[in-house]
């Protein structure tokens, strides 16, 4: 098959094939393209995981596993794999899938595409040889005036231009399906999420430039001076901004596999959009969360940024914490799971990994990850955290249980859908995520545990045995880290399992023929219509839904104020 | 679902449920109660980080810092030749972070105010007080001022928590507190 | 508009204005101007110019 457009310029001519499961049509470029970046990905999740472990097992005081020398490169490794490296490449594999898959589209510029790919893929190794080299353990937020080696520098920026061209491509699917009328009426609602995802991408891309670019001429020394406070201003709108590309894409996620799962519609689309919107004018100012403690910045500027502007972000989130289960509610209930608040929870899939991983990732990163972000995030509360443990225990909380198990959790979706193999060791697939999801949630709570007791992050050695003056954290926060590492181990383990069978289903798993796709479908068949069809006014009633939110609530505002209460109990300061 | 587009060309006429106004509501309402919060903090509370702040020479600012401990050094730190610093009580005291130290010890008097000024000589470090929990970024070129009232008489210490180097866990600095004469 | 839960497909009335906050949202190129402008007004040129009124030290 063959799709020719009538745009003037000379299209490509797309092959594709109509996907059983779906009936979407699917570029077969596309295709390739997706697969390839989220093995790309999960290499980097496992190598990057690796070093996660030996970190988390050098942070056990009993075990205290790497030299200090080793364990500041493996931290710098872990954070720059995972957080940069693995989150990105599978992004960048969802933005295809919600542009050209969802869309019915062919993708704009295959060849571009490729060319992002190997981008990417070049920095991202230039980079991590960097790393290993020796000289490079700035950690990956590389704070001037201390140096990584030029090709450090380099290779980052490798990966952003990539990873931008790879944005470009998405926003040019956009405008070929919409000029090829390859939907009707308003994009659906994940690949809307993914627009908010690729736009703010956009801007972090951007202020990575703007800032890695001089730095590398600094470490190359051409630029001789770049002053520490401006760079982390302009730093961070890259780095934090990538945690709200993160949100957006999980979220996109949580609404995919929702309605793939259980065949879940949004309560309101308004209601939906409206959400991501927030996100997209109002995330990325939150990058001031990093410099709630630095010299010399204005309290209006901090309190304006940190807060989301008001806080209208959050909103989003909170919108989202209640239209996502809500959803889920409802397509349950429509299927006769009626009984009292809870049947149709009880009663849900959580045999199936790419439910259990994507409840489990809502949950988590509201109550761990959201509640102890906002709190971390206010302007004077950050005093008594900046800097601490809680801050790894804040994100691992977002971008651990929210983002990665979130990816995880698709990804038992997309190794049928789009490589078209069948899920191998199912038993272990289906544990996955609760082993993964228990030890990341205990590394989550720990580290911010060690951290209310006030032991620093990225530090070798808490017991300080080499310093002149010597200084022990109490007890409890020795207990706090040891469980760290315990539930590191369970965490790792999780990942190992996740990575055993994605890999082993990938290469060596079971074709998934069309006859096999038809005999035993693997998206619910009886129906999509389990919401009313206009706005949710005319949907069910959701007293779970309620009652999760209230819940949700009640813990959040108690958490917060009593940080406030710890907070007046410190040293006055002004 | 959430796969397809909407079912409906114009959806964002869509009427609302009650449940999802209210939850909208109240989520507004919160964010507004938390903004507020900081600002009111500001008024009402007593731990506001200060925003005075100055470009400075490290060789100034270690210059300051020398003349303070030449002044009102009272006793060196056991046999690490770290002096042991007694500024009177209302004066700028002056604390410096460097590869790998925070110098010099300082001995304050408890519930007396004192002008801290925080600066680096070479990279970032992380003036983080324990037990207290109080933790503030040092950077190199700028000079923070702070006023600090110290509270509860004994033994504190400064712990470096942003990542310097390799000798970056070694890096401890001290308050004492003593009762006020 | 007074359209509410009837079961008429709007696209079957092409005269149907779209709102605008709709026609805003369906604009993929609007948001991301809107996305990038924002928090680089917001955040980094205020920030950037916070930090560039740092007196010099008296
Ligand atoms: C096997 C699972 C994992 C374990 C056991 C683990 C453990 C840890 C530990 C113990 C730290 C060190 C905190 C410190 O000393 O400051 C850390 C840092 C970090 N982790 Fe993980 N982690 C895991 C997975 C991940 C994943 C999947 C991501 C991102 C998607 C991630 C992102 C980060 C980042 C960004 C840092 C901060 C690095 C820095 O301070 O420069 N981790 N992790
Ligand atoms: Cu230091
Ligand atoms: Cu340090």
């Not at chain 2, 500001?42 to 303070?68: C, D, K, V, W």
Request: aromatic share 14%; charged share 15%.
């Amino acid at each position: 098959m063959a799709s020719i457009a009538d745009t003037g310029t000379l299209p490509r001519a797309a092959e594709f094939r109509t996907c059983p499961d779906t009936g979407l049509k699917i570029d077969l470029a596309a295709e390739k393209l997706i697969r390839w970046n989220a093995v790309v990905a999960v290499v980097f999740l496992a190598i990057g995981g690796f070093f996660g472990l030996l970190v988390a097992l050098t942070r056990w005081p009993a075990v205290h596993l790497l030299p200090a020398e080793w364990f500041y490169l493996a931290l710098t490794a872990h954070g720059a794999d995972v957080l940069l490296f693995w989150v990105i490449f599978f992004e960048i594999a969802i933005l295809y899938f919600a542009s050209a898959v969802l869309l019915n589209s062919r993708l704009a510029a295959p060849r571009i595409a490729w060319l992002g790919f190997w981008l990417m893929l070049a920095g991202a190794l230039l980079a991590n040889v960097a790393v290993l080299q020796g000289e490079s353990s700035v950690m990956f937020t590389s704070y001037v005036p201390m140096q990584a080696a030029p090709h450090f520098y380099l290779g980052l920026i490798l990966f952003a231009v990539g990873a931008l061209v790879a944005v470009a491509v998405f926003f040019g699917t956009l405008v070929i399906a919409k000029d090829e009328g390859t939907y009707e009426g308003s994009v659906p609602l994940v690949t809307f999420g993914a627009i908010a995802a690729a736009v703010i991408a956009v801007f972090t891309i951007t202020s990575g430039a703007i800032i890695l670019i001089p730095t590398f001429f600094w470490s190359v020394g051409i630029i001789s001076h770049i002053d520490p406070v401006m760079y982390k201003v302009v730093w961070w709108g890259m780095g934090h901004s990538s945690q709200q590309i993160n949100v957006s894409a999980h979220v996109a996620v949580w609404y995919a596999i929702a309605a793939m799962v259980l065949g879940a519609k949004p309560l309101s689309e308004k209601v939906s959009r409206f959400a991501f919107l927030m996100y997209i004018l109002f995330l990325q100012i939150a990058a001031a969360h990093h410099l709630l403690v630095e010299p010399g910045i204005s309290s209006e500027w901090k309190i304006f940024n940190t807060s989301y502007a008001l806080y209208l972000a959050v909103l989003g989130s909170l919108i989202h914490g209640l239209s996502v289960p809500g959803a889920i509610e409802a397509a349950q209930r429509r299927r006769g799971f009626t009984k009292g608040v809870f049947e149709w929870l009880r009663k849900a899939p959580w045999g199936n990994p790419a439910f259990s991983g994507m409840f489990l990732s809502l949950v988590m990163f509201g109550f761990l990850g959201g509640i102890s972000g906002v709190v971390l995030g206010s302007e004077q509360i950050n005093l008594i955290l900046h800097n601490t443990m809680y801050v790894p225990g804040h994100f691992h909380g977002t971008v651990v249980a929210g983002t990665t198990l979130a990816f995880m959790a698709i990804t038992y979706l997309v190794v049928p859908l789009i490589f078209r193999r069948e899920i191998m060791f199912k038993k272990v697939a289906q544990w996955q995520p609760y082993v993964f999801g228990l030890g990341v949630a205990g590394i989550s709570l720990f580290m911010m545990g060690a951290g209310t007791l006030g032991v620093s992050r990225r530090h070798w050695d808490i017991t300080f045995s080499d310093a002149p003056v010597a200084f022990d954290y109490p007890g409890t926060a020795f207990l706090m880290m040891g469980l760290n590492g315990v539930f590191g181990v369970l965490a790792a383990l999780g990942g190992l399992m996740y990575i055993v069978v994605v890999v082993w289903s990938v290469f060596f798993g079971e074709r998934r023929t069309e006859e096999k796709a038809r005999s035993e479908p693997l998206l619910p068949q009886d129906g999509a219509a389990a919401v009313a069809t206009y706005g949710s006014e005319g949907t069910l009633k959701l007293p779970g839904t309620i009652t999760l939110v209230a819940v949700f609530f009640v813990a959040f505002v108690l958490y917060y104020f009593v940080n406030w209460k710890f907070l007046s109990e410190v040293w006055p300061l002004s | 679902m959430a796969i397809h587009p909407p079912e409906k060309r114009i959806w964002w006429n869509e009427p609302l449920e009650r449940s999802e106004v209210t939850w909208i509501t109240i989520a507004f309402i919160w964010g507004l109660v938390m903004f507020f919060t900081m600002v009111f903090w500001h008024f009402t509370g007593e731990q506001n980080l200060s925003n005075e702040a100055y470009r400075i020479h490290p060789e100034t600012f270690a210059e300051r810092t020398e003349a303070m401990a030449d002044q009102y050094t009272v006793r060196e730190e056991g046999d690490t030749g770290i002096p042991v610093v007694h500024p009177p009580p209302g004066s700028d005291v002056y604390m410096l972070a460097r590869l790998w130290e925070w110098w010099p010890i300082l001995e304050l008097e408890e519930g007396k105010d004192y002008r801290l000024h925080l600066s680096s000589m070479d990279w970032q470090h992380g003036f983080s007080l324990q037990p207290e929990n109080i933790n503030i970024q040092v950077h190199p070129g700028y000079e923070l001022v702070l006023t600090l009232t110290p509270e509860g008489v004994g033994e504190y210490w400064v712990v470096c928590n942003e990542f310097c180097g390799i000798g970056h866990h070694q890096m401890v600095g001290k308050i004492y507190v003593v009762e006020a004469k | 508009m007074t359209d509410t839960g009837q079961d008429t497909r709007a696209s079957d009335q092409p005269a149907e204005r779209v709102p605008f906050m709709q026609r805003l949202l369906d604009n993929p190129f609007l948001l991301l101007f809107l996305g990038v402008a924002v928090p680089a007004v917001l955040y980094l040129m205020w920030g950037i110019m916070e930090v560039a009124q740092i007196p010099i030290a008296p």
